[in-house]
């Protein structure tokens, strides 16, 4: 009997599963049809970031029902391991602290939701990680409808900030907000991409940016996709910000106002503008308003491009410590696909596109021409490679053919995925596990990586030559950290 059989168990476990989660799911879209939903909520964690004395976490908080529905938010349990220390305080990006948050979310739709934990800071918490922080939301009109989600929070000892090149010359950095102007009526989230260009000369350091938010109106949720951007000299990032305005928010002009400042230099800031209470939708413009373009055979039109950078766990400028620098196989084939914001409708497949690593940002880069198939709009960006789980850039991203178009957004791909067959494809499971054993240098059975060819390139998470304890060590690392995103209609 070959080793793969032994696991069949395992997939008759997660078939009997699967059709139970069918059933389930069936007896939830009966539910929705009714006026009550009985479909749990669902939190997604995007990441956290720390500062000092605090850490926020980015999540997103999805409605399983068909309808709009309002959720109470609220910590309900504060960190007891591994020493009980009094004094953690919690807020949401509206600004009420250690209160419950009410929060409407579309049907079928998720929200962002920005949560801060602050450590105390009269007593001293020595390094350590300080668990659980258990957030809840539950249906207000039916707290039995809930689900919660455990965060964890790291204390580290303070680093010395680095210290400049004498040849460096700090310039004011450049914001750039777009759009400028959004339309929308209270409870609607609008989303803001704020980018942030650092105009330092080459011999300074990266800095790091903190970005808030201020305005002139109260409860609004103001909740940014990233707090902090470090930026290297001459390099920019980006971030998304959503913004909605509560429910008995008056009609007319709110101004939202971004700024941005580092410890060397001052605040810059810029203001936008959401207007309440108008229309959503844009007009459309009318046929006759469209030029008309003679048709000339003779001419090509230029279809565009897609220029992406991501990063690539086990390598670079990884979200797991120790990320390699040097990897020996710099070029990564990776699948992009480009989904239809609205529909969710599969508008164009990039396959296998040679994804480039760059040393100076520890991340891989690709500029790939579009087919020309697409038509301007919103578009969900996709990605996925052989040893990567699905990941999906943040928010979604404007794409205009016969442009140079930049996808923006702070994606890392988890790694660990060696097997793609059947259900393992997507997963990180014990198959891929066995496959890293058998094709590691501690191996003395190679029959299970030697069934395919590639699985030793596979294994090697880290891109290092060899399969040893640092492959073993990330992998496990991910199975506990691991993100992963579904095509729609998968």
Known sequence: ?????????????????????SLVTSSQHNADAQTNC????????????GSANSVT???????????????????????????????????????????????????????AVALTVSRPT?????????????????LSSNTGINDEINLMYRIESPKNPPTPDPTCKRNTPLLDIDPSEANGAPGDEKEFQVKISNKDTD??????????????????????????????PGADKSTTLYATPPMNQAD????????????????????????????????????????????????????????????LDGIGNSRILGGNKNPVKDIKNLSVYLYNAESNELIESLDEWSFKYNPTTGKFNATM???????????????????????????????TPGQDNTISGNLH????????????????????????????????????????????????????GIVDHDDINIWLTEIKNRRVAELPNN
């Open 1 to 21: 009997m070959s080793k793969l059989m032994r696991f069949i168990p395992l997939f008759l476990i997660f078939f009997i599963t699967l059709i139970s989660f």
């Open 38 to 49: 009985n479909s749990d909520p669902s939190w997604i964690l995007d990441e956290a970031e």
């Open 57 to 111: 976490y980015h999540l997103f908080l999805k409605n399983n029902c068909a309808a709009a529905k309002d959720f109470n938010l609220r910590v309900t349990q504060l960190p007891t391991e591994p020493r009980n220390i009094n004094g953690w305080t919690w807020k949401f990006a509206n600004g009420q602290q250690n209160t419950t948050y009410t929060k409407r979310v579309a049907g079928g739709k998720r929200a």
């Open 122 to 138: 009269n007593v001293n918490a020595p390094e350590g990680n300080y668990s659980p922080i258990t957030l809840r939301a539950a």
């Open 203 to 232: 011999g300074c350091k990266d800095s790091t940016f903190d970005i808030s938010t201020t305005i002139d109106a109260p409860n609004w949720d103001l909740v940014a996709g990233r707090n902090t951007l470090t930026i290297s």
């Open 252 to 311: 007319g002009p709110v101004t939202i106002t971004v700024n941005i400042v580092r410890n060397v230099g001052g605040v810059v800031s810029q203001n936008v503008l959401y207007a309440v209470g108008k229309s959503e939708s844009e007009p459309e413009p009318s046929i006759s308003e469209e030029p008309e373009i003679s048709p000339n055979i003779s001419e090509t039109p230029n279809p565009g491009t897609i220029s992406l950078t991501l990063g």
């Open 369 to 399: 021409p579009l087919t020309g198939g697409l038509k301007d709009g919103l578009y969900n960006v996709y990605i996925e490679g052989p040893q990567y789980l699905m990941g999906k850039f943040p928010g979604t991203s404007r794409i």
């Open 413 to 464: 791909l988890t790694v660990g995925d060696i097997n793609k067959l059947d259900r393992s494809r997507n997963e990180i499971d014990l198959n891929d596990y066995n496959i890293l054993i058998s094709c590691s240098i501690y191996s003395q059975d190679r029959t299970l990586c030697d069934l395919n060819s590639k699985y030793e390139e596979y294994s090697d998470l880290n891109s290092d």
